[in-house]
């Protein structure tokens, strides 16, 4: 960075006043370029370290989506996995349910059959008893009918 001394010694007029003097005139071009110089040094440094920074944050971008791609085909996998568990497991108490219903079923059946079969014992010697009176009062008849 040039000095206060140096940015202010532009200003100066090239010669003395008054008359004309075997001198040389400052060449204004060539104190610009060396005043501007260094800032553009400078700027160009800041350049190259922005495109490095940008590339770093291009890459890292690249690493994190990669990674985040990874994360989510682990979670759906894991995810498929623990579904298919799931409908295993469902169908397993379903069946459970199932086989206890039947079972439950079955029992009421067997109740039900027991319990018929006590009132058809209980009501047989009566049927018996009607039956054979019944066809004994036949018998009956048509032996009269026979005679007759």
Request: charged content about 30%; aromatic content about 2%; overall charge positive.
């Amino acid at each position: 960075m040039p000095r206060m001394r140096s940015f202010l010694e532009r200003f100066r007029p090239a010669g003395a006043p008054g008359a004309a003097a075997a001198a040389v005139p400052a060449d204004r071009r060539v104190e610009l370029a060396a005043e501007l110089e260094p800032v553009f040094a400078m700027l160009t440094e800041a350049e190259n370290g922005r495109r490095l920074l940008l590339e770093r944050a291009e890459q890292e971008a690249r690493q994190i989506r990669a990674d985040g791609r990874a994360q989510a085909a682990a979670l759906v996998s894991k995810a498929r996995t623990g579904a298919e568990t799931e409908r295993t497991t469902a169908a397993a108490r379903i069946q459970e349910a199932g086989a206890a219903r039947d079972a439950g079923l079955i029992n009421d059946a067997r109740k039900e059959a027991a319990a018929i079969r006590r009132r058809a014992a209980t009501r047989l010697p009566d049927l018996a008893a009607e039956a054979v009176g019944s066809v004994r009062g036949l018998a009956t008849e048509q032996e009269r009918g026979a005679d007759a």
